[in-house]
DNA sequence: TATGAATGAGGATTCATTCAT
DNA sequence: AATGAATGAATCCTCATTCAT
């Protein structure tokens, strides 16, 4: 009986490998031997748990987004009012830190490979319906707020929601080209808590 | 020297020609052959006019940044009070429209390179300059607000300037991802008011 | 030893596998896993049977060899006078009918295969001791004719018997390329009969 | 201006040195690599010809169809009576001798490939042609003889064409397996006597 | 100057074979 | 004994770059 292989949990691992090395060289720069390598096993082997080199990338957004939901729903929690919420999940949003970084690149891309063939591209559909929940839930607040008179009654949530969200790849776009530029926590509150003044009433 | 404008006109063009594809397919993808066929021209005399494949990246780079720094500068006039200037200068950044889309996917995988290095490369160091420049009118502009007194004194200018011109790339990316999910101007209309509101005194 | 049986067998279970899937798509294109999956059993176990993919191609030749010898054998029955002979042995070998039609294959393959190399390998030995018998028993019956004097006295038994032995394959061949062209038993008939009408004193 | 060169001659001197190495190893294990090398080019330089590699067995068998039909043209001439043509013709095909032998090696391959498959591919229509136009050229000598009282009345004439010309590659086929067991020419001559007997009046 | 023919380094992928379980 | 996980040698093919014309 040949060893026994958690073969998903492998899969993983090998992805796991791959998405430090296409964050650092890009996917089509980083070669099978390389990912092989950086896993601790042979080239031929990759080929057991994926059928081609953009399949691994498929896991690896996969794993991306994994992570992603995994960082905004282990953080989240809605207390407080509006206004704390929408701090709250900014920052939250924001300070996901280091470990995120390479990931947020691998990310990058893959925006960049679906923007391209103008589709959304299996894996791009978990992240679709992850930024549709992440608009809903800020809409949402916004909404709460108005209702409750805390923010202006003419505020488009929607619109704020959709923005405010894409705000935040923007600045963190910005601040992984050159993080010694600013202070990316200090700047955010600086915009956020402006973002949140405009929105209340006076 | 009759040739030298006609070889700096050629090579403009074809990185022109080079754009086109870079943003269809990414630059790894793209081939000298392909350019070439684009331009009308042969492959080897792709030569004459760039050491290397990563020149015309740099070439195409340097098209760019002079297109966006053209956009701005043209339609730029800093008439008016500060708040009509920063709504002003929001709308003519993402008013660019469908001309300059496939220059964005391009900048975005310059952006990418330039994250991977973890230093500026030769072409964008014309982009640093220009994103600092833009981060300086902005700033001032909000200063000038705090001055006459229409804009909170407690305001951090650089901050808020340095993010809203990245927001400018965030929702830009995330409508170009998907461009029938949110009217861009209307969008951005809404969150650049709410964006005023913020610093306006009350 | 009540083992011994059973490896036998289940090597040739494997190598009629094998010689299914060589037939449809040549040696070197049918894998390993592929006569493995075929013979319901573990890629790992054929390397119990088999020392390398070449030696499963051996047994499957000899496999094919004791098929054509029985079928020839099960069929042919010396009775009757020459002519007679010439042509039962004739139709016996042509008319072995489809489920030879695979085993022919492989056969051309290993034939091919023989040429190539310009000696007998292992397998292609036994069949080349198989056509010699042939040989001999056809120039036999073409002898005893001369010896009756049916048969013309100049006739050279032997060339005509490698050539007509020869011819079978010819025929096949070609019969097996277009099956739709004609039909085999018909057109051998013709042929055979005025081979026989060639030896025949008049 | 780059260098001139006559592709269609490259393409068929490429083709020239890959027959030989298919013949001698056979089309799956001969390397691209190996044609550059035997055709004295780089292995890039072959992708300058062909699309693939498969593409080059299809010039490589065009071009064999083309030698053996041009062999065949020069070769016979329709003179004389019905006996004699026929008796040229056998021979003709027979005696193209050691020139073509690597060529029908291929033959034989192609041959096996498109049995496996069931369908004529491409090149092989060629081939199917010039089989009908030669079945046809022997049948109506036949039926000259016929004609002419020569041959008996009762003869096939198309079965008996289609017989005789699949009886040569049986007989090329087992004569380059093992060129020492006996003389093609004495054998064939034999044959093909007895085949002319076999259809004279008597 | 312009060109495309020539090239080989490089990379994805396949697969026979080994071997630990 | 049976298995399939692991492997790397081997191979096809791509493509940036060079260079003779």
Known sequence: MPKIVDKKQKRAEIATAAIKLFAQKGFEKTTIQ???TSAG???????EYFKTKDDI?????EEIFKQLEQA???NFNSSANPSEQISALSMMVLSVGKEVEQIFIVYLELWLRNMRTHKYADFMNIFHVLLGEMREVLANIIES???????????????????????FDGIFM????????FDLVEVAKAFINNFIKGLERT
């Open 41 to 47: 096993i042979g080239k031929g082997t990759i080929y």
């Open 72 to 74: 905004l729903h282990n």
């Open 57 to 61: 990338l498929k896991q690896a957004s």
């Open 145 to 167: 707020g108005k209702k409750t008179g805390a923010f202006r009654a003419d505020a488009d949530s929607r619109a704020l929601a959709i923005y405010l969200l894409a705000s």
């Open 34 to 36: 390389e990912i092989a």
């Open 174 to 181: 910005h601040y992984l080209l050159d993080s010694s530029a």
